[in-house]
Nanobody
């Protein structure tokens, strides 16, 4: 029903910045709640950030608060993750996820989201 494509990953030094993009197909972009997750080698996938359909409600994992910013441009069918002050601990594959459920639930868990992008790799060197 919707396809998500991430881009913007790469290799940066500690303290650097990257801006990830996730572009969705379709004409119903505003129906989707959107989130970013990440998965580091040898670790489980973890929640990073969430933005509501209208872009008003925003949540971040404690580990990225003050450094990462999530925002969406519904006219471009795109959600972004601006990452500043990057640390080696941020090294991971980053995934965009979408949720169009009509029922309420926690935004922090993978099970909430039905649609996922292929991921984009972020590597932060020391």
């Amino acid at each position: 029903q919707v396809q998500l494509v991430e881009s913007g990953g790469g290799l940066v030094q500690t303290g650097g910045s990257l801006r990830l993009s996730c572009t969705a197909s379709g004409r119903t972009f505003t129906n989707y709640r959107l989130a970013w997750f990440r998965q580091a080698p040898g670790k489980e996938r973890e929640f990073v950030a969430y933005v509501s359909r209208g872009g008003i409600a925003i949540y971040y994992a404690d580990s990225v608060k003050g450094r990462f910013t999530i925002f969406r441009d519904n006219a471009k069918n795109t959600v972004y993750l601006q990452m500043n002050s990057l640390k080696p601990e941020d090294t991971a594959a980053y995934y965009c996820a979408a949720d169009d459920k009509t029922t309420s639930g926690s935004v922090y868990y993978e099970s909430r989201y039905d649609y996922w992008g292929q991921g984009t790799q972020v590597t932060v060197s020391s």
